[in-house]
């Protein structure tokens, strides 16, 4: 006879806000899941009626890590509405600031988010556990501080240009609010420098930046793997090792739709920034993947769902720039009450071309192998091989996350270097009635704000954030959303320690959006003695 | 004197959390001194971790809910105070995670660089509602708390 049971997991642990996650087991394997995000989210409402910037300095606001990011879109969706001219620097310049705040997130998503869980007692009895709980362990790990320590690296470059990170506003339509020096441009470099020494290629490579983007496919990365000492013990040697030994390429399918909004817009290829120009214009190019063929990633392709989600003054289906602001009215429920037959969620379930897609990292190096991109895109067949030889999994996703890491690097130096500063970098625009989208590839995936401005305020504001995607619930046609549906088939070996649901969730970098601060005194008897 | 950090908590459009923002706003306008740091940290509180080493003294500016006081009553603690009940659980490790969390932990990392001379200011408020203006009642707060930094840290190094 088989055992069915339910499993309430709340919260999924090291996943930023509050997602909670309930599965339906049959015979210790998943075989029904259902994500909740457990937080009204409503920055739109707030920008409803507001002057048309007010996007710039409320959305950064949305999220402690991707700030940048939020940044990217509001000042973009401006550029489009207003019809802004954008010099090349501030192209160079908007680049920098995303793919530190991108480059950033990996060691520091790896060690404190992602790979602690390799030293779960599920894995007590594989030959490399020892070796990965010394390196990985949280807190005592021997890489897990040098990995966390380096994730500081990058934002201060941020910081640089952007005066601060996170939440800096530096970005504005018509460019960028910043005028850097020879001193900036040679400290960034140095300090990039230290994040390549201290941990790129010393501690996580094992080789230079150079022969690791000589790997084309998945032979080459075993090849090279098992080239040297140096390789072979390197982390990501041993994370490679490890995730085959442990096997977490055999789990975490997902729904194997993919896509990307892309991101870095060509300095001299977006200096006219309208809807239609941007596909063409990135550098880590976007698109839409099926599983065999790729489209373009075409914004008007994108619907949101609600039939599962506490929302109800609008339709399913709806396209963002007829939604309209979020009402945060109905009641939402806590897990273990919650019907997931009606609503559940505080997500809503984007779509494109009606299609649960997965965005991230892995969505992003799918593209990078188009073999369609252009010169000047990412042209990087690696993981074109990896999905046709091993498909999606936990492995494949987090893999493709830390794949990123040298080729931004690169990016980085590079676009460093070509600041020119006697140059412009910013064009006073004239602002005007119009609609805007803006987009961009945070560290979690695509991100995206659609803006209408009418009678010159903002009459409309929606962001769907690449969690919103990844942890979105049903659709009206009871379709999953591909964390829901990268948790189907799962195998929990100890219902009392689900670790593999977490390291599903955990290889999406899921992220909720983090909204207040204040510190939660429970006690505010103990706290009266220290009034002033 | 030494070398100060002050940093703020809280998010500016979520009413009166910001209130933490707001202090370091005001802060900034009145404080230019090279061995005085005032940061912004937004809800970022991780990055606390970043801001310590180095430092000889560290003031965090944050709101405090759930106090039973009036919304602006000021609260002054030294971190230690403050128990971050994370010490050793992973599976609470958030990417958001507080500064009080982010303390216990950078103990661990930093050792004998952590600055153990840490005080943190908190203001009490009730609403973080979506809203980009703070009630009077935490402004008024916010602008006491700027005064008493001002006297903590020794005016005179300001002049």
């Known amino acids: ?532 | 004197m030494g070398k100060i950090t002050i940093m703020g908590f809280g998010n500016p459009v979520r009413e009166d959390d910001g209130v933490g923002i707001y202090v370091i706003e005001k802060l900034k306008e009145k404080i230019e001194h090279e061995d005085i740091e005032i940061l912004d940290m937004g809800t970022a509180a991780f990055e606390v971790l970043f801001k310590l080493r180095g430092r000889e003294r560290i003031i965090l500016v944050d709101a405090v809910i759930n106090t039973g006081e009036a919304v602006g009553t000021l609260y002054k603690l030294p971190a230690s105070e403050i128990n971050a009940h994370i010490q050793d659980d992973p599976l609470v490790f958030l990417h958001s995670l507080k500064w009080d969390q982010a303390l216990s932990y950078a103990k661990k990392i930093l050792q004998e660089d952590y600055p153990e001379n840490i005080d943190v200011y908190l203001v009490a408020i009730d609403s973080t509602r979506f809203n980009t203006e703070m009630t009077q009642e935490a402004r008024e707060g916010g602008d006491k708390l700027v005064d008493k930094i001002l006297e903590d840290i020794d005016a005179k190094v300001l002049n």
């Open chain 1, 1 to 532: 006879m088989s055992h069915i049971k339910e499993l309430n997991i709340s919260p999924v642990g090291r996943v930023e806000g509050d997602l909670d996650v309930k599965v339906f087991m049959q015979d210790g394997v998943v075989t029904r899941a259902h994500t909740q995000a457990a937080m009204y989210r409503g920055f739109e409402k707030i920008l409803v009626g507001k002057d048309p910037q007010a996007g710039l300095i409320v959305t950064p606001r949305a999220c402690g890590i991707c700030g940048g990011s939020h940044l990217y879109c509001a000042s973009s969706a401006l550029d489009v509405a207003w019809g802004t001219t954008l010099p090349p620097n501030a192209l160079l310049l908007r680049a920098i600031g995303q793919a530190t705040e991108t480059i950033q997130s990996i060691p520091r998503w790896f060690y404190a988010i992602f790979a602690t869980d390799l030293a779960n007692k599920k894995f007590a009895n594989k030959p490399l556990y020892q070796e990965v709980v010394k390196r990985f362990a949280a807190y005592v790990g021997t890489s897990f501080q040098k990995g966390v320590t380096a994730s500081g690296r990058p934002v201060e470059v941020y910081a640089l240009f952007g005066g601060q990170w996170p939440h800096s506003s530096y970005m504005v339509p018509g460019g960028v609010m910043c005028a850097p020096t020879l001193k900036d441009i040679t400290r960034a470099h140095s300090i990039m420098n230290h994040f390549r020494n201290d941990w790129l290629e010393t501690v996580w490579l094992g080789c230079s930046i150079e022969r690791y983007l000589e790997i084309k496919s998945w032979d080459d990365m075993l090849a090279w793997v098992e080239e040297n000492e140096s390789q072979r013990n390197s982390d990501l040697g041993l994370f490679i090792r490890a995730s085959l030994e442990f096997g977490l390429d055999k789990f975490g399918q997902g729904v194997g739709k993919y896509l990307a909004w892309g991101t870095y817009l060509h300095k001299d290829l977006y200096q006219k920034p309208t809807i239609e120009g941007r596909n063409p214009a990135t550098i880590s190019p976007s698109g839409f993947f099926d599983g065999k063929n790729y489209h373009e990633a075409d914004q008007k392709q994108v619907r949101e769902h609600v039939t599962h989600s506490w929302y109800e003054n609008q339709d399913d289906s709806m396209h963002p720039f007829d939604q309209p602001a979020p009402s945060g009215s109905l009641n939402s429920t806590i897990l273990e009450n919650t019907d997931f037959n009606g609503k559940y969620s505080w997500a809503k379930a984007p779509r494109f071309m009606e299609y649960a897609a997965e965005t991230g990292p892995l969505a992003r190096v799918i593209m990078a192998a188009n073999p369609a991109n252009t010169s000047h895109q990412f042209q990087d067949p690696l993981f074109g091989d990896i999905m046709d030889k091993m498909g999606p999994s936990v492995f494949t996703r987090a893999l493709a996350r830390v794949h990123e890491a040298p080729r931004l690097y690169n990016m980085i130096n590079k676009w460093l270097s070509e600041v020119n500063l006697d140059e412009a970098f910013y064009i006073k625009p004239e602002e005007k009635d119009g609609v805007g989208w803006g987009a961009t590839e945070a560290a979690r995936g695509a991100l995206a704000h659609w803006i209408k401005i009418k009678d010159g305020v903002i009459e409309n504001y929606q962001i769907i954030a690449p969690t919103t995607f990844n942890v979105g619930p049903n659709d009206s046609q009871g379709n999953s959303g591909p964390i829901e549906a990268a948790l189907e088939g799962t195998e929990i070996e100890d219902p009392h320690d689900p670790v593999e649901v977490g390291l599903v969730a955990r290889s999406f970098d899921s992220c909720l959006v983090c909204t207040v601060h204040a510190h939660d005194e429970k006690t505010g008897k103990e706290l009266a003695k220290f009034k002033l």
